[in-house]
């Protein structure tokens, strides 16, 4: 809700996500619990980090400047560093870190499978929330 409040852009984009993220995992017939919970839970916070994010980054009309691109990439650590002072029964770090990975176009590493488990975070639900949203994507 603090996430929806702050970013106009992608409201009810994270309940979004995290339907579609445990959809995914169940087609790609993910059945252990621990894992299901674990995306279920990253799938809800993946965008905490962007609680550090400017809102007139988050909200602007339009594509991002490069460098207004580079510090919308930070939310990913910035989540990842938050949701890691609490302590999950599951692996719901991993997951968040990894959230824009992919095919090794994606930041903030630009990881490849198999450096990463693809099952085992809400890439699949966020980049089909992006792709069916109005809302922009990468920098100008």
Not at 30 to 41: H, N, R, S, Y
Not at 100 to 129: K, M, N, Q, V
């Amino acid at each position: 809700m603090a996430i929806d409040a702050k970013d106009d852009v992608t409201h009810s984009h994270v309940r979004r996500v995290q339907a579609y993220a445990i959809g995914l995992a169940r087609a790609l017939s993910v059945t252990d619990e621990p894992m299901l919970k674990a995306i279920e839970a990253a799938a809800l916070l993946h965008d905490t980090g962007k609680l550090a994010v400017p809102e007139h980054i988050l909200n602007k009309p339009g594509k991002l400047t490069a460098s207004e691109f580079e510090r919308m990439k930070l939310h990913v650590d910035i989540g990842a560093d938050i949701l890691s002072l609490v302590e999950f029964p599951y692996p719901v770090v991993p997951i968040v870190r990894a959230h824009h990975e992919w095919d090794g176009s994606g930041y903030p590493r630009g990881l490849i499978a198999p450096t990463f488990h693809r099952r085992a975070h809400p890439f699949g639900g966020d980049c089909f929330d992006a792709l069916t949203s109005d809302r922009r994507i990468g920098a100008a």
